[in-house]
């Protein structure tokens, strides 16, 4: 098992960037493929982004491609989702997740056994 914490969620404009970060800890970072998906209210988890163990390969949602970029270093077991041109649709709990193997998409939340707690992000327009 890995403990996540997320942290730079909060209250931009649209149009504006924020940088999510997620530190993982009680667990071999590097051997976790790490993932990030959203909830809004009323609605259920989705997908956002994923990035594999080395790094070398990343996911995206049809709806954030082209704005969020995801990254990793995994020599301080972190994960970032790097935001841009935000949109008020954006607007969700960010929650940071990991999964050892994918035996399914990596976009299911089942794929994931560790989660953080969850980060606010608020886009007003």
């Known amino acids: 098992q890995v403990q996540l914490v997320e942290s730079g969620g909060g209250l931009v404009q649209a149009g504006g960037s924020l940088r999510l970060s997620c530190a993982a800890s009680?667990?071999?970072?590097?051997?976790?493929?790490m993932g990030w998906f959203r909830q809004a209210p009323g609605k259920e988890r989705e997908f956002v982004s994923a990035?594999?163990?080395?790094?070398?390969?990343?996911y995206y949602a049809v709806a954030v491609k082209g704005r969020f970029t995801i990254s990793r270093d995994n020599a301080k077991n972190t994960v970032n989702l790097q935001m841009n041109s935000l949109k008020p649709e954006d607007t969700a709990v960010y929650y940071c997740?990991?999964?050892?193997?994918?035996?399914?998409?990596?976009?299911?939340?089942?794929?994931?056994?560790?989660w953080g707690q969850g980060t606010q992000v608020t886009v007003s327009s």
């Open positions: 009680g667990g071999t970072f590097s051997s976790y493929h």
């Open positions: 997740a990991a999964a050892q193997f994918y035996t399914g998409s990596y976009s299911h939340t089942r794929q994931y056994t560790d």
């Open positions: 990035i594999q163990r080395n790094g070398d390969t990343t």
